[in-house]
Structure formats: structure tokens, C-alpha cells
């Protein structure tokens, strides 16, 4: 079954103690993605990655790293939480083709304390 | 200027009855695509329906269908025959460009209620 999958699926956490949210997809897909979803603001893109070793910036990449070592999986790290990145986050992928839609994980809800 | 809006931040609608989610968008590309996604309280996103600009026709799949209004830069996804399970969170999100490297830019969604 085609998926992507994110782990944890719940966290809670304490400011400052780095922690990272894995995002494995079984696609083959290059193109990969988080997104991070707050009330009244939709989903914004942290960070995308073309391939690997490719990646680059979104529109709210303060706080927060990523790497793409494998074409299967995009993990993201936050070195230093702070209580402004409470958020539902989700990763995503899709294929090269323009009109193909992107495939969601079931996402991560993060509470940093 | 935000690229894309959706003006509903809730709607209601009677189950059995069809329903309209507006989405207009902002952009400068004559190669672009509009997709939308549902997202239930179990939280996870599923894709709906895609129209690209240059799409003759407009898009159905099932009960979904897109009011592609290219001059009005509005697509609007209606809903025929609600149903209870229709009940969620519905976003409208862009790609510009036609090449690989593109972004998807979501609105802030409408939260859709069906009503027995």
C-alpha cells in the first residue's frame, strides 16, 4: 500500500530538548515535504526537498532542519523546541508530474511545554 | 496579498443538499493547478480533486466537481448529495508553474458541518 508514515504520531515535550520527527515514504517519490498546520493559518511549508541531498527552504523555516540522506525518508529536527512550534505537522511527497497531488502522512501533533 | 482565499471559515449544509466551498487565487502563471483537499477530525489530508488552467472541462470525481472560473480566478469545489461523513475541514491549495519544482500554497480552509 502506497504511504507515508510519520512517527511519532503524539509527542509532548519540554522547550530545548531536540527531537526529531521521521517521514518514510515507499513511492519512490523525489519530491518531499513538511507542512505545519495551525488554527486559521492552513498549512505552511517548513521545508521541500527535490531529491536527495536537495533541500530547501519554505516559508517558516526558523527552528527547524531537515535532511534527505535516502530518497525515502525526510526527517525533521528541531534542535532547540520552543512552545511556538506547537503545531500539527505533517509530511508529504509526490512524483515529478505536475498534476499529481501530494500524498500526506497522518501527521505529528508536537506540544512543547 | 494572500494567493490563495477561501471566505468561508464555516459552513452548514443540510445532508442530501449540495453545497459550494469557494476558493479564489492569485497569480501571475498561465500554468497552474488547483487542487482540494478534506480533512476529517481523525486529522489526516485527502486529496479530492484536481483542475489545471489548461484543462478544457471541469473536473469531476464522484460526488466532487470544481467550478472553474479561469476570469474570476475562482475554483469553487461543489459538493452534490451531502453526506454526514462530509462533515470537515476542506482546503484549497495552488502549484504554479509547470516544472517539477513547485510549491503547493494552501488557504486557510473551511470547516464544513452536515446536518442530519
Known amino acids: 500500500e502506497a504511504q507515508v508514515t510519520q512517527n511519532p504520531r503524539y509527542l509532548i515535550t519540554v522547550t530545548g530538548k531536540k527531537l526529531t520527527v521521521t517521514c518514510s515514504q515507499n513511492m519512490n517519490h523525489e519530491y518531499m515535504s513538511w507542512y505545519r498546520q495551525d488554527p486559521g493559518l492552513g498549512l505552511r511549508q517548513i521545508y521541500y526537498?527535490?531529491?536527495?541531498?536537495?533541500?530547501d527552504k519554505g516559508d517558516v523555516p526558523e527552528g527547524y532542519k531537515v535532511s534527505r540522506k535516502e530518497k525515502r525518508n525526510f526527517p525533521l529536527i528541531l534542535e532547540s523546541p520552543s512552545p511556538n512550534q506547537t503545531s500539527l505537522y505533517f509530511c508529504?511527497?509526490?512524483?515529478?508530474?505536475?498534476?499529481?497531488?501530494?500524498?500526506f502522512g497522518d501527521g505529528t501533533r508536537l506540544s512543547i511545554l | 496579498a494572500q494567493k490563495i482565499t477561501q471566505t468561508q471559515p464555516g459552513m452548514f449544509v443540510q445532508e442530501k443538499e449540495a453545497v459550494t466551498l469557494d476558493c479564489t487565487y492569485d497569480?501571475?502563471?498561465?500554468?497552474?493547478?488547483l487542487f482540494w483537499y478534506k480533512q476529517p477530525s481523525s486529522g489526516e489530508m485527502i486529496f479530492l480533486i484536481y483542475q489545471g488552467s489548461y484543462d478544457e472541462q471541469n473536473a469531476t470525481e464522484g460526488r466532487y466537481s470544481l467550478n472553474f472560473q479561469k476570469a474570476r480566478k475562482s475554483a469553487n469545489l461543489v459538493i452534490s448529495a451531502s453526506q454526514l461523513g462530509d462533515s470537515a475541514m476542506y482546503f484549497c491549495a495552488m502549484r504554479e508553474g509547470r516544472g517539477s519544482n513547485y510549491k503547493l500554497t494552501f488557504g486557510k480552509g473551511t470547516l464544513l458541518t452536515v446536518n442530519p
Open positions: 508529504a511527497s509526490r512524483g515529478q508530474i505536475h498534476n499529481q497531488p501530494q500524498h
Open positions: 526537498s527535490m531529491n536527495v541531498e536537495v533541500t
Open positions: 497569480t501571475s502563471d498561465q500554468s497552474y493547478g
